[in-house]
């Protein structure tokens, strides 16, 4: 035994040697092949990721000051800036996320709760849902341009069909999530309030929904940020046009930050795409206040529930 | 006597008390109103997919009025917003092809050695490390993407580096490689699910018996993570054919029949896209075709997805 582990004098524990003499030369050497080939592609991941930031913030840093923010798109690449685009993102976003919040959760409710378990129109609900967050995103493009900008809900291209295609596009998310985070309560606390006489309604209030607070806020601002930064069903919506004011209503024209930056992006004039990277930089900026503030919610709320 | 006389009374007293109160019907039918609002918000979503189902067929169904479905099938010019308009879909499907085998040859395998590493090799602390930075990869937009596909990869990258041939401005490689970076995230993160689903029995049994860690994951924990792992493929196919703006932006809007991945492309969700930023009057053929490539591309996915959802379903390892 000892001959064979001349070489790797480090085995400390007689299964180890015998491993150690088990294993061939050939066999470590794939082993240390596969390692290495595991780490390049998490590495690419980072590589890719560490590309792109770095890429778009030396491309668009030029272009990276107030004016960006104060001034309106324009046709003249020194003057372009981004403000009707944010504002139409966050009244847009803000809608989306006003209706899609009690509309999902009381679906998650509804299926968490109320719903007998195997009934056919429970599983069709739940089939739906799974399948409505994998149909590509364009597809609600499709349907809002079909049913919701032209006849019969004849909306056109306004502030307010953008976010209804935005709220159907996010909500399996905050209903997926938000079923997630009522399974996590533990059945106790339900068990408890029903076996103290409250109703149904009351224990879901007063017990589950409290403690399911914070699975369903990290949810629903991941299902802003996701609307915060869709763009392909809102090409269908006439959100990809030069606007230069501000939305005042439900009823006004409008852009969308992501799709200013595809139009500053797919303009001839190469200024344009310094103004397109500043702008990617102001949108990655405000996602990343949505996720620290989904963070921040997260461990507040555990917090206190211990 | 009087014993007998007390115990119906009091027996009615306790009856009355378990007669519900006027205050208690009140709350039953609060809950009873509740619970129907919540059902129906819960079909509020089944409204959605039909309502798609709707928006689809009617101009899809229209549209083959006008182009027959052989026209549509077996052209292989797609020129339909030009004067004379044609109506071949090949291009279109070749292109939604070639950007999607490009996305997958990159993100499954990538996707999977990644999540062998996080599950089997990664320290616990590495792993805090790397999850999150994969889940701000994920939530990068698609605009984001297509920008950096189009600017950075493809004059920096492909450009460059491609040994077959000359890359266009536009190119499915480009947008292919960036598809795949995209949908990576979500490889991961499905893949590795299925991999720490599968008992510390089995990892201790292979180490046990003298196999290595590439052999304990190849041999043990990759059959037995397989249903996962050929889930979250099949989802990663649908997410590619799906995919609107990053190809959009990086491999143009010439919709060409074509095998080679250095030239521009136009896919079914670009055609879509592209389409709509034309804003076509309603009821002309251009407008029908948004439908009927949406008909298609509808159908495709929602196969897909299905397929992925019963071979979680039916294969799925029950470990303890």
Redesign the interface.
Known sequence: MSATTSTDAVSHTPGEALATARTSGRRRLFDTAFRSLLIASVGLALLTLFALLIDTFLTGQPRLNTDLVNNMPSSRPARAGIQSAIFGSLWCVGLSGLVSLPIGVGTAIYLEEYAPRGKWYVRLIELNIQNLAGVPSIVFGILGLAFIARSPLKWGFTVGSGAMVLTILVLPIVIISSREALRAVPPSLRDGSLALGATQWQTIWHQMLPSAVPGIATGSILAVSRALGESAPLLLLGALTFVTFNPTGLDSGYTVLPLLIFKYASDAKAEFHTVAAAAIIVLLVMLLILNTTAIIVRNRFQRRAR | MTPSNDAPASFDAALSDLRPSASLKR??N??RV??A???A??????G??I??A???VR?AVEFFGEVSPKEFLTGTTWAPLFKPAQFGVLPLVTGTFLVMAIAVVVAV???L??A???SE?ASPRLRAV?KP??E??A??????????A???VNPEITQRFWPFGDVGTFSALSAGLVVG?MI??MM?SLAEDAMSAVPDSLREGALAL?A????M??KVIFPAALSGIVAATV?AF??A?????IV??AAGSNPQLTGNPGQGVQTM?SF??FA??G?QP?GSTGYKT??AV?AL??VL??V???V??RIVRRFRQEYE
């Open positions: 709350r039953r609060v809950e509740i619970k609002v919540l059902g918000m819960a079909t509020l979503s089944v959605v997919t309502a798609i709707f928006a689809l101009p395998p990538c996707g050695a990644a062998f590493f996080l090799y790397l930075v994969l701000i990869l939530g990068i937009p698609t605009v984001v993407f297509g920008f950096f189009l600017y950075f970076i990576l995230p991961v003298a290595t860690k590439r052999e994951c190849t989802l649908s997410r054919i799906g995919e609107t703006t959009l932006l969700a879509i896209g709509g930023i804003d309603t948004i439908f949406g591309l509808f996915t929602f897909l997805n299905i992925s959802a």
